[in-house]
């Protein structure tokens, strides 16, 4: 399908009124959180109101027929987007994008960040998401929660029926060992143990990566033919503890997000205290 057919990028007008929707979203969010303090829905709903900005920013970017899906993955894929969390964004192509297409992507993301959004991106092709990068056990981990978002919908329905899927049944057992190989190197950063007077209420262990790696784990053993969808990864008998916990830790999180300004999940001796 020709590149010919990707549209003009949005006009300054139009850029200007679609990002101030959006910065008045994340200020409402703000306001509601500490009226009512709910991480799990402060986090979902941030991913909501960034779901919007993405699509409508891409709607405006390219033509339905451009052979290209756009997904969500890692954090922003579960729907737990943080207040300063990192927005990840998987451009899944069928070739290696021409530099037509190069431009076009540079346009759409340059249009995210003029509207105050900050995005890391990856462009992959469907045979690279089923193949088990060297040293890059992340990127593979990360997909477990692809969600998609706009452009083509059958390569993301190749991509959850047939290829990671595929990927998982091939390589399980390598994939499980890497999984254990990055949580026992961050539990060793945080010297093996779950207690500490400041803790990192992201990674350090029994905190909210620990929570995810559960998830991963049993996404890998259970995958046949479909993808296990996010908190029912968990074990039936110690699901309602698990999303107490979910619930108890994100809103410590997205209190800690707000009041620094950035990405910072130290729960430090003030932090406790405010």
Same mark, same amino acid.
């Given at each position: 399908?020709?590149?010919?057919?990707?549209?003009?990028?949005?006009?300054?007008?139009?850029?200007?009124?679609?990002?101030?929707?959006?910065?008045?979203?994340?200020?409402?969010?703000?306001?509601?959180?500490?009226?009512?303090?709910?991480?799990?829905?402060?986090?979902?709903?941030?991913?909501?109101? /960034?779901?919007?900005?993405?699509?409508?920013?891409?709607?405006?970017?390219?033509?339905?027929?451009?052979?290209?899906?756009?997904?969500?993955?890692?954090?922003?894929?579960?729907? %737990?987007?943080?207040?300063?969390?990192?927005?990840?964004?998987?451009?899944?192509? %069928?070739?290696?994008?021409?530099? %037509?297409?190069?431009?076009?992507?540079?346009?759409?993301?340059?249009?995210?960040?003029?509207? #105050?959004?900050?995005?890391?991106?990856?462009?992959?092709?469907?045979?690279?998401?089923?193949?088990?990068?060297?040293?890059?056990?992340?990127?593979?981990?990360?997909?477990?929660?692809?969600?998609?978002?706009?452009? #083509?919908?059958?390569?993301?329905?190749?991509?959850?029926?047939?290829?990671?899927?595929?990927?998982?049944?091939?390589?399980?057992?390598?994939?499980?060992?890497?999984?254990?190989?990055? /949580?026992?190197?961050?539990?060793?950063?945080?010297?093996?143990?779950?207690?500490?007077? %400041?803790?990192?209420?992201?990674?350090?262990?029994?905190?909210?990566?620990?929570?995810?790696?559960?998830?991963?784990?049993?996404?890998?053993?259970?995958?046949?033919?479909?993808?296990?969808?996010?908190?029912?990864?968990?074990?039936?008998?110690?699901?309602?503890?698990?999303?107490?916990? #979910?619930?108890?830790?994100?809103?410590?999180?997205?209190?800690?997000?707000?009041?620094?300004?950035?990405?910072?999940?130290?729960?430090?001796?003030?932090?406790?205290?405010?």
């Amino acid at each position: 399908m020709p590149d010919s057919r990707q549209l003009s990028p949005p006009t300054t007008e139009e850029l200007a009124a679609v990002a101030l929707d959006y910065v008045a979203g994340l200020g409402q969010l703000e306001e509601s959180f500490f009226a009512r303090p709910d991480g799990l829905q402060a986090i979902t709903r941030r991913s909501a109101l /960034v779901d919007g900005l993405v699509t409508t920013l891409f709607a405006r970017h390219f033509d339905s027929a451009v052979p290209m899906a756009l997904c969500a993955v890692g954090g922003y894929g579960r729907s %737990e987007l943080f207040p300063s969390s990192d927005v990840d964004l998987l451009f899944l192509v %069928e070739t290696p994008p021409t530099p %037509e297409l190069a431009r076009a992507l540079k346009a759409f993301l340059q249009s995210l960040w003029d509207a #105050h959004l900050r995005a890391s991106h990856s462009v992959h092709t469907l045979a690279e998401a089923g193949t088990l990068l060297d040293g890059n056990a992340e990127f593979t981990i990360s997909l477990l929660d692809v969600r998609p978002l706009a452009g #083509h919908r059958a390569y993301t329905e190749t991509l959850l029926s047939e290829t990671l899927p595929g990927l998982i049944r091939r390589e399980r057992g390598l994939l499980l060992e890497q999984l254990r190989g990055l /949580v026992k190197t961050r539990h060793a950063k945080y010297a093996d143990t779950v207690y500490h007077l %400041e803790p990192n209420i992201k990674d350090t262990p029994g905190a909210l990566r620990d929570l995810q790696a559960m998830g991963w784990w049993q996404a890998l053993l259970d995958t046949a033919d479909h993808l296990p969808v996010a908190d029912a990864r968990w074990p039936g008998t110690q699901r309602a503890a698990l999303r107490d916990a #979910h619930g108890f830790l994100a809103g410590i999180r997205t209190f800690l997000h707000y009041l620094n300004g950035r990405d910072v999940n130290q729960f430090s001796y003030d932090m406790q205290e405010r």
